[in-house]
T-cell receptor, first 112, second 112 residues
Framework: KAGVTQTPRYLIKTRGQQVTLSCSPISGHRSVSWYQQTPGQGLQFLFEYFSETQRNKGNFPGRFSGRQFSNSRSEMNVSTLELGDSALYLC???????????FGPGTRLTVL | GESVGLHLPTLSVQEGDNSIINCAYSNSASDYFIWYKQESGKGPQFIIDIRSNMDKRQGQRVTVLLNKTVKHLSLQIAATQPGDSAVYFCAERNTGFQKLVFGTGTRLLVSP
């Protein structure tokens, strides 16, 4: 069974732009969670989607948003990028959110 | 490139030694704990998990111990190998919430 895939793997943007990241969960997994990883803050939870609905949200500004499609694929969007948004964005999938989460390789976003 | 903290606690061991990585968790209501391994440039990889109704669980070469009294979790790796070199994260989850709260991580360096 294929693992979690994320695209693109690397992105370079400038301040003020917006970006969309994509995540395809493991087949059969309906829960997708997003995390931001930075050297200073570590791994922080962004939000979790299940059956196209956001179930949980972390403490991030409204510039960070996401959605999930009927095939469980998920996207996250960051608008009006700031330098501090430079990070590794990780997506994790699980069957229903209460079990083991499996991570993708991440998307490395650099904001210049 | 590496995406984890620059000032992580580091455990240096010789190949063949047993390694013990410790983690203090914060929420006494957490009922699920998980260890991940993250190699440079990759997403976190699931190692082993444990629920709060257990105090020990064993996998292949790894053992997780949970002490709820002092809110402490440890990961023991037997016969450590150079391929075990990575950053190890513990994470906790509260009942009913799907998000994982991650520790800061420990870097394990294994010398041949």
């Amino acid at each position: 069974k294929a693992g979690v895939t994320q695209t693109p793997r690397y992105l370079i943007k400038t301040r003020g732009q917006q970006v969309t990241l994509s995540c395809s969960p493991i087949s059969g997994h309906r829960s997708v969670s997003w995390y931001q990883q930075t050297p200073g803050q570590g791994l922080q939870f962004l939000f979790e989607y299940f059956s196209e609905t956001q179930r949980n949200k972390g403490n991030f500004p409204g510039r960070f948003s996401g959605r999930q499609f009927s095939n469980s694929r998920s996207e996250m969007n960051v608008s009006t990028l700031e330098l501090g948004d430079s990070a590794l964005y990780l997506c994790a999938s699980s069957l229903d959110g209460t079990d083991t989460q499996y991570f993708g390789p991440g998307t490395r976003l650099t904001v210049l | 490139g590496e995406s984890v903290g620059l000032h992580l606690p580091t455990l240096s061991v010789q190949e063949g030694d047993n390694s013990i990585i410790n983690c203090a968790y914060s929420n006494s209501a957490s009922d699920y704990f998980i260890w991940y391994k993250q190699e440079s440039g990759k997403g976190p990889q699931f190692i082993i998990d444990i629920r709060s109704n257990m105090d020990k669980r064993q996998g292949q070469r790894v053992t997780v111990l949970l002490n709820k009294t002092v809110k402490h979790l440890s990961l023991q790796i037997a016969a450590t190998q150079p391929g075990d070199s990575a950053v190890y994260f513990c994470a906790e989850r509260n009942t009913g919430f799907q998000k994982l709260v991650f520790g800061t991580g420990t870097r394990l360096l294994v010398s041949p």
